[in-house]
């Protein structure tokens, strides 16, 4: 998993490892085994759901949740895949955060290019707006934005979704990039300055090269945010054709259509995506949740 | 992922280096003409619909204060609000301690005595629920407490403790407790990341010295893990608890605000005024106030931050 935190010089790291296996303490141990309890309680509900989106509904019934499937049944997940035509919504939901991540990111970058760099005019106001946006919770958006989407022939389409989300993930980019920008090394800007190079050139020749670990760290968050996010999503996407994963899982809970081995299957499916961002990112994401936390 | 992190870093204010920096503000113009349609213009709309009767269609019809005095009388809005009091435990409260606590074992005894692996695999795996879609844990859970066919009543029954079997999200005495348990999973793990990252700064000299003082772990941890982490312990609350106030897709997917409205939240109660009763001006006062609060509380963080960092 994330090595952060093996920054400790490798040797002395065996070295107490070496020694702790030498004498061993019942405490020690004790707090060991307490932390594994926990973590089998964190991960026991993907467990369960793992274990029974491969059971047949009479194999729930007979042997109930905890058991292992007699024979690995796939007829749950695939029904369900078929019935809310999966391999569309996972599309829909992967176009959609990879366009918001590009162009949030982008609209991250100019943004603090002018307010961390070109420390424009008035700055500081820029900042709170965009520490202010942040904070809004989307209820206080929702309505207007609805309105206006009708009223544009934006409603029911993933551009609506695409919109918003730029805005509103650059919303916090801006904030973080500025910060980052502000520390910006000035030799390199001057130096592209004597090469002739005008702002434009010099943002991309010297600006988004230097600062590509943030921006990747941007990018991996505006992803998996706006893959998670279900609010918006739910009210803008009402067709069938144009739901994301989360809305196409989270509307059909509570239908009658749904058992036990049913709800499991499409409850995994919906795990898969997740953590497969998450074994591809995790890298990424552990190093950026510091990153943005503390400058 | 629950709360944004960053939101509470400081503003790097600097002035003056006034040089060449013309040209500049046009790169701007499109964040800003973005930020007017998407952010500016649908929040002064939504705060004067508050002052407004209206269903969605035709002209809104101006009530003045209306909603606001309606509101106030209203006891599902004071019932919503007393709700966030309970999530914000479940939240932002019990993660934080937890999360400290696990933080501070993980980095100082498993990392130290087991080495550091055993601390990285554990901390992931409190991370994991952090990861998933909102509505997928929601969809989990939902299957897990559900009264006849869900995990845990089965469970108990098969271990013959049938007795204790609830309907967990469907009875109102048991509905908010359920999805508070359902929030303390979801949220730990961000602390324990936060706090574990913001530990790696601790020069390890200061526990040596510590340890050569006679201090008990208690009292380093009291004097050094958590005074050296105040920083991200500020942005955990601040964001966490900024979350539980904004919590929606769980309550949507779990209960629906009920039963009997046992489980309605402010966001989930102006979603329904909105979009299922067509009262968007009253809906409009309730996520004006929602987004007021949150503003207010942010502010009285960054203060109390701000004095905590000069004293």
């Known amino acids: 998993m994330t090595v952060t935190t093996a920054r400790a010089p490798r040797r002395t790291v065996k070295a107490t490892e070496r020694k702790s296996f030498r004498d061993r303490h019942p405490t020690r141990f004790l707090i060991l085994t307490v932390l594994l309890v926990l973590l089998l309680l964190m991960v026991a509900p993907l467990l369960v759901v793992a274990v029974n989106a491969f059971k047949s509904p009479a194999d729930y019934a007979s042997n109930g949740p905890l058991s292992i499937p007699g024979h690995l049944y796939w007829d749950g997940i695939v029904d369900f895949w078929n019935r809310v035509n999966f391999g569309l919504k996972l599309w829909n939901s992967f176009i959609t955060s990879l366009v918001v991540a590009v162009l949030g990111v982008i609209l991250s970058v100019f943004n603090a290019y002018a ?37 544009l022939g934006l409603y029911d389409s993933l551009w609506s979704i695409i919109i918003i989300f730029t805005v ?11 910060s980052v920008y502000g520390e910006f090394p000035k030799e390199l800007l001057e130096a592209a300055a004597i090469d002739g190079a005008g702002k434009w050139r010099a943002l991309w020749r010297v600006v988004v090269p230097v600062s590509r670990p943030t921006l990747a760290v941007l990018f991996t968050f505006f992803f998996i945010w706006t893959w998670n996010e279900f609010f918006l999503p739910l009210i803008f996407l009402i067709s069938n054709d144009n739901q994301t994963v989360p809305v196409a899982l989270g509307v059909l809970q509570g239908d009658r259509m749904m058992d036990a081995t049913t709800t499991s299957a499409s409850a995994l499916i919906g795990i898969l995506p997740a953590m ?20 | 992922m629950s709360g944004r992190p960053g939101v509470a ?22 964040g800003i003409l973005a930020s007017i349609a998407v952010i500016v213009v649908p929040l002064v709309m939504t705060v004067y619909i508050s002052f407004t009767k209206w269903t969605g269609v035709g002209e809104p019809r101006w009530v003045g204060l209306e909603n606001y005095t309606r509101l106030f009388a209203d006891a599902n809005f004071w019932a919503s609000f007393g709700h ?100 303390v999973w979801f949220q730990l793990g961000y602390p324990v990341v936060m706090f574990m990252s913001g530990l790696q700064r601790i020069d390890p000299e200061l526990y040596e010295a510590a340890d050569l003082d006679g201090a008990s772990w208690w009292q380093r941890f009291r004097k050094i893990t958590v005074a050296m982490i105040r920083p991200e312990l500020y942005v955990v609350l601040v964001t966490t608890t900024i ?40 809906g409009s006062a309730i996520s004006t106030v929602l987004t007021v609060l949150i503003i207010v509380l942010a502010v009285v963080f960054l203060r109390l931050q701000n004095r905590a960092d000069q004293s």
Do not use: C
């Open chain 1, 115 to 151: 307010l961390g760099i070109g420390k424009v005019k008035g700055r500081i106001w820029f900042l709170v707006f965009f520490l202010v946006a942040n904070l809004l919770p989307q209820e206080v958006l929702v309505y207007p934005l609805y309105y206006l989407s009708k009223q």
């Open chain 1, 168 to 178: 509103i993930q650059s919303a916090f980019g801006t904030y973080l990039l500025t």
């Open chain 1, 276 to 295: 497969v961002f998450f074994l591809i990112f995790q890298r990424t994401l552990t190093r950026g949740i510091a990153a943005g936390a503390i400058k």
């Open chain 2, 9 to 30: 870093a400081p503003l790097t204010a600097r002035k003056g280096t006034a040089v060449k920096n013309r040209g500049y503000a046009v790169y701007l113009i499109p």
């Open chain 2, 84 to 183: 966030i009091a309970l999530l914000i435990l479940a939240m932002a409260v019990v993660p934080t301690i937890l999360g400290l606590i696990l933080a501070a074992v993980l980095f100082d005894y498993i990392g130290k005595h087991f080495g550091d692996r055993w601390a990285a695999v554990l901390r992931s795996g409190y991370y994991l629920p952090q990861v998933l879609p909102v509505a997928v844990t929601g969809i989990i859970w939902g299957w897990i407490l559900h009264p006849s066919y869900g995990a845990l009543n089965r469970i108990l029954e098969s271990a013959g403790l049938g007795s204790l079997a609830k309907n967990w999200l469907g009875d109102p005495k048991y509905a908010l407790y359920s999805v508070m348990f359902v929030m």
């Open chain 2, 243 to 282: 979350a539980s106030l904004k919590i929606f897709g769980q309550v949507f997917v779990l209960t629906r605000g009920g039963p009997s409205n046992a489980t309605l939240v402010p966001s989930y109660f102006a979603y329904k005024n909105f979009f299922e009763k067509a009262q968007v001006g009253y």
